[in-house]
């Protein structure tokens, strides 16, 4: 099999060297299979997703649920019905996704034999005119593409995504050429002089830039722009949605080009800007770029949780109005997290700016990961910030979009750590691995070791082929300074200061010795000639951090959270006699980190003496009294079974809202 270094919308190597040099590229993501992951916080868990995670996708793919029986019906043409909803297909060609993913970092002969035999399933069911789609297939083929809001373009879209995937992984041609034959079959029907057509839940856009990368077709990469071309001419083009009347639900009210704002359904979002993002990393085409730098902008400053998740309406599983973002009835959906991550990973890319990442990281510690149960076989679709104990994690869905999105998210994980141009190495997340960048000057091998996120250190051990000058990017997490999120939308809440602090030591060192740096859009950069077994390590400051709100945001007034790191925490029921409600968190509060577990996951748990209320003997009156609280990172709570739960604490005892 031919290499080919993907970033998601790049090949970098072999068949697309030249749409790499695109103007709006800065840097490359390394693939994944190309990183190896000895990290003591991630390793783990990839582990489970490979054997966990996926044993509960395939099992719920194939004996639970009907989605592989709907192919291998639509294969006997017997007349039998479709059983399930019409985005089914997407949940198997996802499981598919993370299977290959697996692969590389769980290579297993019986994993591979179990892809072959879906892909055969799956290959068998597509009709002679490259058509695939078994809700229609079987219900009646007659009325395909009647309804934009029916997502055959979304099945589609990740099946691509998982041909792609599977052909990287083993160089097994059979699911691409499926992939292929579908979309020449729908760019036979669809474009510039044929029929109009938007994508319901965007996602076949990013997917047809990886069928380009993979193929060098540039057809592929133009409809994509195509269908980006189309939203928000509805009323020009004569036709209308039949699923909805608000069609800013599926950002199609103005062109994407012109938009400004975010709206509608969450993941739909993050799918479409990822897609606009990697057009326009190959096309070069400047005006994605502003709208979606205005977008994000919205999303980030006005429209974002502190744990990264966005979308705070069930109603549409997404946004409501600025600053609308309720704790308790959150609705986070964990695939619109995941979405954050996809977007955000190619904003840095095409910038080069850290403060992408900030918010990567932000979403992929907290609102991701919040998804995905430290068992790896439980799972949430929304992401409350607090609980009165109705919530629990769950074995499957109806819409089971989530499970196989954080699954292939966290298979892949290598593919967000790592970034370099001709003459440069990023490092964006911190995670014990290693990997190697071919650079201008010749191969560069590196070795990173952390204990990230429980501690702060960071070392990098470089060994150039020969002695050789580059620069090394070590972005500066946006988490180390008072504004949390760039806009300011939450701040470190400070005492008796103005909230600033620009000026800070990194504790950097190349060789055991204090080394000089510049600072450049959020990186630390150390440009010298290096040689073979050169090092340099960088101390992160790991401080518990109170965090307040703006007065916007109305449900967070008076109340803080507690942040460490990247990571947000939060009081359970199960560490605080069973209580998270009445709880306060005054100005002063002296805190301490300590080691703790919660089930089998090593963590570093926060502990403080605050006032705790109860109610009197009266049944009425409130008292308070000191008692020592604890404090967990947000992604590992509802593991212990239901109980109350809550990120945002007062400070003051008329703010409690007892759960009584």
């Not at 007659?142 to 879209?157: I, L, W």
């Not at 991550?341 to 080069?352: K, P, S």
Request: aromatic share 12%; net charge neutral; hydrophobic share 40%.
């Amino acid at each position: 099999m031919r290499e080919i270094i993907l970033w998601v919308g790049v090949a970098v190597s072999g068949i697309s060297a030249a749409v790499a040099q695109a103007p709006l590229q800065r840097t490359v993501f390394v693939n994944f299979a190309r990183v190896s992951i000895q990290d003591s916080f991630w390793r783990p868990k990839i582990d489970k997703v490979a054997t966990k995670t996926l044993e509960a996708c395939i099992y719920q793919t194939e004996t639970a649920t009907p989605r592989i029986r709907n192919f291998e019906r639509v294969v006997r043409a017997k007349g039998e019905e479709h059983e399930g909803i019409f985005y089914d297909d997407s949940d198997v060609f996802k499981a598919l996704e993370a299977m290959a993913y697996s692969l590389k970092t769980h290579p297993s002969e019986v994993m591979e034999k179990k892809c072959d035999e879906w892909i055969d399933k799956i290959a068998a069911a597509q009709q002679p005119d490259g058509y695939l789609n078994t809700w229609y297939t079987l219900k009646g083929i007659q009325d395909r593409y009647t309804d934009m809001s029916m997502h055959e373009d979304y099945n589609a879209g990740h099946m691509i995504e998982a041909g792609v995937a599977y052909f990287n992984a083993t160089g097994k041609r059979k699911l691409l050429d499926v992939c292929i034959r579908w979309a020449d079959h729908f760019d036979a029907l669809f474009g510039p002089g044929k029929k109009h057509w938007v994508t319901g839940h965007q996602e076949l856009e990013l997917a047809l830039v990886k069928l380009y990368t993979v193929t060098s077709d540039v057809k592929y990469l133009n409809l994509a722009d195509w269908l980006l071309s189309e939203r928000g001419k509805k009323l020009a083009k004569g036709y209308t949605w039949t699923d909805w009347k608000d069609t800013a639900y599926a950002q199609d009210v103005v062109p994407v080009k012109e938009q400004k704002e975010i709206t509608g359904h969450a993941v739909r979002a993050m799918y479409m800007y990822t897609g606009a993002a990697d057009v326009a990393a190959h096309t070069g085409d400047t005006a994605y770029m502003k709208a979606m730098r205005t977008v994000w902008e919205d999303v980030v400053y006005r429209n974002m949780y502190i744990t990264g998740g966005i979308g705070s309406a069930g109603s549409n599983e997404g946004f409501s109005v600025d600053y609308d973002l309720p704790n308790e009835h959150a609705y986070c959906e964990t695939c619109a997290s995941v979405g954050m991550v996809f977007w955000n990973q190619r904003m840095n890319a095409l910038t080069g700016k850290a403060e992408y990442m900030d918010v990567l990281e932000r979403s992929l510690y907290n609102g991701a990961l919040d998804g995905l149960s430290l068992s790896g076989d439980r799972f949430f679709y929304g992401n409350p910030l607090a609980s009165r104990g109705q919530h629990q994690r769950r074995e499957w869905f109806g819409t089971a979009c989530c499970p196989a999105n954080i699954a292939r998210m966290v298979a892949s994980l290598g593919n967000y750590i790592y970034a370099f141009n001709s003459n440069s190495i990023f490092v964006n997340l911190f995670a014990g691995s290693s990997t190697s960048f071919n650079l201008k000057n010749g191969m560069v091998q590196v070795k990173m070791e952390s204990n990230y996120p429980w501690e702060g250190k960071v070392k990098l051990t470089l060994d150039p082929v020969k002695k050789s000058v580059f620069k090394v990017f070590l972005r500066l997490p946006g988490w180390m300074y008072d504004v949390v999120a760039p806009g300011g939308l939450y701040r470190v809440k400070q005492e008796g200061d103005d909230g600033v602090n620009d000026h800070f030591d990194p504790g950097l060192f190349v060789n055991g010795k204090t080394a000089g740096y510049t600072i450049q859009d959020g990186y630390l950069v150390v440009e010298r000639e290096w040689k073979k077994g050169d090092w340099l390590e960088l101390t992160l400051p790991m401080e518990v951090k109170l965090i307040e709100s703006r007065p916007e945001l109305k449900q967070d007034q008076q109340r803080v959270a507690i942040q460490r790191g990247p990571l947000v925490y939060c009081v359970e029921g199960a560490d605080n006699n069973g209580k998270a409600w009445n709880i306060i968190i005054p100005g002063g509060t002296k805190f301490e980190t300590i080691d703790y577990k919660v089930l089998d996951e090593p963590v570093k748990a926060i502990t403080a003496e605050v006032p705790v209320v109860t109610v009197g003997d009266d049944g009425q009156s409130l008292r308070t009294e000191k008692k020592k609280i604890i404090a967990i990172p947000y992604y590992t709570w509802a593991n212990r079974g239901k109980n109350e739960m809550q990120v945002w604490l007062p400070v003051r005892i008329n703010d409690v809202k007892l759960n009584y």
